[in-house]
Structures are given as structure tokens and as C-alpha cells.
Antibody, heavy 113, light 109 residues
């Protein structure tokens, strides 16, 4: 069974940097795409991008290109979502998602800026 | 890529059936049988209801079914119950990554 465990809620100030994480278990982490989804308060779900941990091939959705960095450490079975300078508009719930087969989601990380 | 198109809202009475449509393009919904549907209650995480167009995860009621024709996927809920009132999102593979629909608010009258 695929399990995704995300890091805890964060409260940051505008301009600060942030890196949240998602650890995968129960499948071959390195050879499966995994992605990040944003949900702003009261809004819908948005795919931010996906990464193939083995070679760190990253595909960003156009609105998020240049706004965030997605990375992975397959030795730690962990993917990351990073901001270099947070804005108030980055306040949202962020989910990591294993999209293949029967998709699995992490529990979500609430980011408040 | 553009978001998939869903109706903003649908409604039905208990016991009735409703269908939520999800229209994409020939490059996403029209090309891949990789459409999933999620149910989200207020303040909760999305719950997978259907994947690969019509497959139901273990534990999901058989009142929920999915189908696809051309560039449009559909989620049908039969025997509507009060607990079905929620937001529903479709999601499709695009050949490069994934894209969601804008979401549909289901009201059980």
C-alpha cells in the first residue's frame, strides 16, 4: 500500500524561504512519478508539477514554473517543494500525490504566510 | 494546459441519480483512460472515488460510477444521499503531467 507522509504545518513571513517534504513508502519510490497539488482557501485543486525521483526530471505546470522548486532525494524516499521568497498568496494547503494506478495522497501541509 | 471543464454546480434529491461531466481535449481526456474523480467535504482532504475512468477503489460505494466518451468523462452518483453533498473534481493525465477540473459543488436538496 502506497503511503505518503508530509511534513507539518508552517507559519512564515513574506520573503522567507520554505521547504516542505513528502516521504513515500510501500512502492518503488525512485521509479514512479510523484507530484504536488495546491489548494488555496476556498478554491479548487491545482497541479503544480511532478517529479521522477530517479533522475529528477521535473515537469512544472505553467503557472508554477519559476515560482517553486520541486526536488527529490531518492535515497531518503522524499520529495520536496521549495520557495525562495514566500508571498501571502502562497498561503494554501499543499498535497503530495502519487498519481499512478489508484492514486494516493499525503495528508496535506498547511502553509500560512 | 487548460483546466478541464466541469459544471460549477449540480443538485438532486435524495434517491435520484446525477451526473457530473468533465470536458477536456483530445490531448488529455480524449487520449488517455487516466481520468480520476475526487470527493471533497469542507475542511477535509480530497477522497479518491474513481480512477482509470471507471475503476472504484476498495471501500467506495458502488453508487459511484465513471465513464468516458470522446473528450468528456462523467461521474454518476445513483441513489443520492445527504452525505454525497460535497465538491467533486475530475483529473486527467495530459501526456506530460496532470490537470484538474475546476470542481463541481453537489447539493442534495
Amino acid at each position: 500500500e502506497v503511503q505518503l507522509v508530509q511534513s507539518g504545518a508552517e507559519v512564515k513571513k513574506p520573503g522567507e524561504s520554505l521547504k516542505i517534504s513528502c516521504m513515500g513508502a510501500g512502492y518503488t519510490f525512485a521509479s514512479n512519478w510523484i507530484g504536488w497539488v495546491r489548494q488555496m482557501p476556498g478554491k479548487g485543486l491545482e497541479w503544480m508539477g511532478i517529479i521522477f525521483p530517479f533522475d529528477s526530471d521535473v515537469r512544472y505546470s505553467p503557472p508554477f514554473q519559476g515560482q517553486v522548486t520541486i526536488s527529490a532525494d531518492y535515497s531518503m524516499s522524499t520529495v520536496y517543494l521549495q520557495w525562495s521568497s514566500l508571498k501571502a498568496s502562497d498561503s494554501a494547503m499543499y498535497y503530495c500525490v502519487f498519481p499512478s494506478g489508484s492514486p494516493s495522497w499525503g495528508q496535506g501541509t498547511l502553509v500560512t504566510v | 494546459q487548460s483546466a478541464l471543464t466541469q459544471p460549477a454546480s449540480v443538485s438532486g434529491s435524495p434517491g435520484q441519480s446525477i451526473t457530473i461531466s468533465c470536458t477536456g481535449a483530445s490531448s488529455d481526456v480524449g487520449s488517455y483512460n487516466l481520468v480520476s474523480w475526487y470527493q471533497q467535504h469542507p475542511g477535509k482532504a480530497p477522497k479518491l472515488m474513481i480512477y482509470d475512468v471507471s475503476e472504484r477503489p476498495s471501500g467506495v460505494s458502488n453508487r459511484f460510477s465513471g465513464s468516458k466518451s470522446g473528450k468528456t468523462a462523467s461521474l454518476t452518483i445513483s441513489g443520492l444521499q445527504a452525505e454525497d453533498e460535497a465538491d467533486y473534481y475530475c483529473c486527467s493525465y495530459t501526456g506530460r503531467d496532470w490537470v484538474f477540473g475546476g470542481g463541481t459543488e453537489l447539493t442534495v436538496l
